[in-house]
């Protein structure tokens, strides 16, 4: 026999051997073969030797996956209470959603609560419900300065849901001319002492995002005000590379800050990889 006939046979009887381990208990009574090579065959191909698992992490969770996560299919209970995560596994039934894990159903109560959002997540089957949090802060209103430099246009979070007010506020930014903007020299020093010679045009806006359950007031409010640049040629290391250097950015002001001195503060400081 030829050794490429020989590796067919052992990749057909291998595909053969993780098909079968793969089936659930029921399947593999079925199929009329021997159920204890079933489970001998599952132990090689199938992560089934753990029926419990713990992991010390902070967090809350009371779910039931019916298809784990990137493993080998098999439905678990999810227990956390604060620290500590304990994984109940099924390890004799395979769910039907192996292959498409993130599409299966789950069922439960978890906490979320990342990149500054917190809420208490209801899930059922496919569909969530997610119960915000009072303290999670939400967008309120964006400022942009106008071309006398003195007073500022405002767009709230209320008028976003007219379509028409939103479309006006952007034509008018795109158009230009009517926000405050102003062209300064800038000088950025590569790591090989290349010296970048470029004109960074400036306008100044500033957000406000207040606690969702406090819209009305402005008490507990964040407040960032800063400036966005745009170079007119590219800037940093990665200038003239195929993925290309900095052509534009956002920085932050202090308070009493002009937004030429922010610029200078940010020649200094900033690197441009």
């Known amino acids: 026999m030829k050794e490429q006939e020989k590796i067919d046979q052992l990749v057909a009887r291998k595909n053969d051997e993780y098909a079968y381990a793969t089936m659930s208990l029921w399947m593999a009574i079925k199929s009329g073969r021997n159920l204890f090579e079933w489970w001998k065959l599952r132990r090689q191909y199938v992560r089934t030797k ?129 926000y405050w903007s102003q062209v300064y020299p800038y000088t950025y020093t590569l790591r090989n002492g290349t010296v970048q010679n470029r004109m960074a045009t400036l306008h100044q806006e500033q957000w406000e995002w207040r606690p969702s359950w406090l819209m009305w007031t402005d008490r507990f409010n964040f407040v960032r005000t800063w400036i966005s640049i745009r170079f007119d040629g590219e800037v940093g290391e990665r200038t003239g590379s195929w993925k290309g250097g900095t052509v534009g950015c956002s920085f932050d002001m202090e308070p009493n800050e002009t937004p030429e001195e922010a610029l200078r503060r940010m020649e200094a400081t900033r690197i441009f990889k």
């Open 50 to 178: 753990k029926w419990v698992e713990f992991n010390g992490r902070w967090g809350f969770r009371l779910m039931f996956h019916s298809c784990e996560y990137g493993d080998d299919g098999r439905p678990c209970f999810n227990i956390q209470l604060f620290w500590g995560s304990i994984w109940l596994y099924i390890p004799l039934f395979v769910s039907k959603y192996r292959w498409d894990s993130f599409d299966a159903p789950q069922y439960g109560v978890y906490w979320y609560g990342e990149s500054g959002h917190h809420s208490l997540v209801f899930a059922w089957s496919r569909k969530t419900y997610h119960l915000f949090m009072p303290w999670n802060l939400k967008w309120y209103r964006t400022s942009r300065l106008l071309v006398d430099g003195q007073t500022w246009e405002h767009e709230f979070y209320d008028e976003r849901a007219d379509p028409g007010q939103w479309q006006k506020n952007w034509d008018l930014k795109k158009n230009g001319g009517h």
